[in-house]
């Protein structure tokens, strides 16, 4: 019987208005989900939600059995960036995933979780951030499965933790539009001939981003304010036996708008109830956003390729 | 005393890029204070075909700019590969025999690798390492001892003059170039078109998956079979770098990342220079000799005058002219330094 392979809700990476997102972790409360990360990771301009509502949304989350995990942004350019990840660095009550170095420097000597813009692309760069405390890894979304295999082998996986101690479990981008870039610059403001300072936070009109496709109508990229996303949705549902080898003990599935609860009990069933991989991918198929499903980064391909037929 | 203190304003090095020996040397001779170079592999972010150091190449640099005063920093600035992460020390190893003056990593293996193995070495933190605070350049300079620090383009001014305030690291900018819309070291566009980015392999949009087409409305130009960017017969070609090309976002055609245009912190010079820093970085190693030249000579004099006069300082017409036949799409910008789409 294998070990149950957890699975984690990642950070809702859109701007969604306050009463969605409250309404789509009551879902995931009484979801399968082991894990959920919360906070806003993109954009500090974004205040649907306060700290003090992502903490009352964390107790609730810890009260139906979930591990809650507060992760900080990714991209830091200002003083009151800092300020938000040193308040966020600063509760101990949740384990933190740490978006960039500034965070680390704030989490050296603690538990942590490694963030997957946090690049570790080999094994010596994991034992680097073992000896900060961190005890699991999110690897970052380019790299393959057999890279992430060699960085962190179930068989002899890295020890991380205050004391050294604590076997590094690993995490997999494993569903949802892959977040490939970040720029100062916002995207969708750009998009509307808007100033990103006085953006009118139109991209709370898109709750799975904005598509964009090449000249020949092929979608291509995602455009969510200052990330740029893939337009394939990542699909490791029928990387089951190459997850396991690679010593992923985690998934990530990265939330969207609609169908996500199907999503979460897709991966549940074929990965801790012998569920069928191919009926599962045919229904996230059916659920799929414009550019449908991608699995090439896994094989080290093309990320916008897929492996099946 | 303290009027000639106030005119004493530090002057940054001028570091620029040498993709080949030629380009080196041309540089040295313009007024280059150091130049930065790369071995012919991954281990460097310009992983292109035809350029870079082998061994002896990168003797003959080093010993060029030795003999007249000049730095060589070698840019070891992509992420060891899992499956070999020995190349990477190799090349660690390598810079140290040849005398390099600094190496500019982004890894933080390859960092703790440089500092344990060869202390001496003096370690500076590639752009690649994408740390945008003050806070990320300490956790480097505390933990692998860096002394500089390479800042993603990514900041605006008065957020560049606040990290300067805030870190005993020496600072080193982009000065000019070709102009990353995104944050160096976290992108993974390339790859997800391509297979290939620059923290992997060392190569964005990398020509091997360019192909051009002749098409009914002119030429067009893909990437991995992704139509990046078409051109009528009389419209300029652009090189169809992923993040630079032409897309349809709610039916509107445009540039919807970024349009090809070069970086040019001429006019902020004296502001960049009152904060203290380091250095200034030109880029384009793989830019030709002729463009290292020119933009060295330029860059030469525009901080040789800021710092003799730095109140007086004022960009010069044959300075833009210059620059301008080097740039990409023939334009400006301040990029984020000051953002008009702020």
Redesign the interface.
């Known amino acids: 019987m294998n070990p149950r392979i957890r699975l984690t809700v990642g950070p809702v990476l859109y701007y969604w208005p306050r009463k969605t997102l409250i309404e789509f972790y009551g879902a995931v409360a009484d979801s399968p989900a082991d894990t959920v990360v919360l906070g806003e990771v993109v954009c500090s301009r974004r205040h649907e939600m306060k700290p003090e509502d992502w903490l009352s949304l964390a107790h609730d989350l810890a009260a139906c059995g979930k591990e809650v995990v507060f992760a900080s942004q990714a991209l830091l350019e200002s003083e009151s960036d800092l300020r938000e990840m040193r308040r966020i660095t600063a509760q101990e009550t949740y384990l933190v995933e740490a978006g960039d170095a500034s965070a680390l420097r704030a989490l050296a000597g603690r538990p942590f979780v490694l963030g997957p813009h946090v690049n570790v692309y080999s094994r010596p760069a994991l034992l680097e951030h073992a000896a900060l405390g961190a005890v699991r890894w999110v690897a970052p979304v380019e790299l393959s499965l057999d890279a992430i295999g060699r960085v962190n082998p179930p068989q002899a996986p890295v020890s991380g933790g205050p004391q050294a101690d604590t076997p590094i479990a690993t995490e997999v981008f494993a569903f949802g539009r892959l977040p490939l870039a970040f720029s100062a610059r916002c995207f969708t403001a750009r998009h509307y001939h808007l100033n990103k300072d006085e953006c009118g936070f139109r991209c709370i009109e898109h709750p799975d981003g904005l598509l964009l496709a090449t000249s020949e109508g092929e979608p291509f990229l995602t455009l969510n304010g200052i990330q740029t996303q893939s337009a394939g949705q990542h699909c490791l549902i029928g990387e089951a036996a190459a997850l396991r080898e690679a010593g992923a003990t985690r998934l990530r599935l990265s939330p969207t708008a609609q169908g996500f609860g199907e999503v979460l009990a897709c991966f549940d069933k074929v990965f801790n109830h012998g569920g069928d991989a191919g009926e599962a991918r045919a229904a996230l198929e059916a659920l799929s956003l414009p550019g449908g499903l991608v699995d090439g980064f896994a094989h080290r391909r093309p990320g916008l390729e897929r492996s099946w037929t | 005393m303290s009027e000639r203190r106030e005119a004493a304003v530090r002057k940054p090095h001028l570091v620029c890029p040498a993709g080949s020996l030629r380009a080196l040397k041309l540089a040295i001779d313009a007024g280059a204070d150091a130049v930065y170079m790369g071995l012919k592999d991954a281990t460097n972010a310009r992983n292109f075909a035809g350029l870079n150091f082998d061994l002896a190449q990168a003797r003959e640099g080093m010993a060029y700019a030795h003999a007249r005063g000049a730095q060589v920093l070698m840019a070891l600035n992509t ?5 070999e ?1 020995e190349r990477w020390w190799r090349a660690v190893d390598t810079a140290a025999e040849l005398g390099a003056d600094a190496l500019i990593c ?4 390859v960092l ?2 440089a500092r344990d193995h060869h202390p001496q070495l003096r370690l500076h933190l590639s752009v690649q ?5 003050y ?2 350049i ?3 300079r ?1 933990r692998y001892g860096i002394q500089r620090a390479v800042l993603p383009r ?3 001014l008065s ?1 560049v003059g ?1 990290v300067c305030r805030h870190t005993s690291a020496e600072i080193e900018v982009f000065g000019f170039g070709s102009l990353c ?3 160096e ?5 390339s ?5 290939q ?1 620059p ?2 392999a060392g190569v964005c949009s990398p020509p091997a998956a360019v192909r051009w087409e002749d098409a009914p409305e002119g030429v067009r130009a893909r990437l ?1 079979g ?5 051109y009528a017969p009389d419209e300029p070609r652009g090189y169809p770098t992923l ?1 630079k090309g ?5 039916g ?3 540039y ?3 349009e090809p245009t070069s970086l040019n912190t001429l006019a902020v010079l004296p502001q960049l220079m009152e904060f203290g820093i380091s250095a200034i970085k030109i880029e384009g190693r793989q830019r030709s000799p002729a463009y290292v030249e020119q933009v060295t000579r330029v860059w030469r004099a525009a901080i040789d005058h800021c710092a003799a006069q730095p109140a007086r300082f004022a960009v010069q017409p044959q300075w833009v002219a210059a620059l301008g036949r080097w740039s990409e799409g023939q334009q400006h910008t301040l990029g ?1 330094y000051n ?1 008009p ?2």
């Open positions: 992420y060891a590969d899992a499956r992460p982004a890894d933080t293996a703790a690798y390492a994408s740390a945008t605070t806070e990320a300490e956790f480097y505390e990514v900041l605006t957020q606040h819309v995104m944050v070291g976290r992108c993974a566009l790859s997800y078109a391509t297979g980015s923290n992997t991995n992704v139509l990046i960017d078409s993040c032409r897309f349809h976002v709610e509107v055609r445009d919807a990342l970024e984020a953002r789409w702020r």
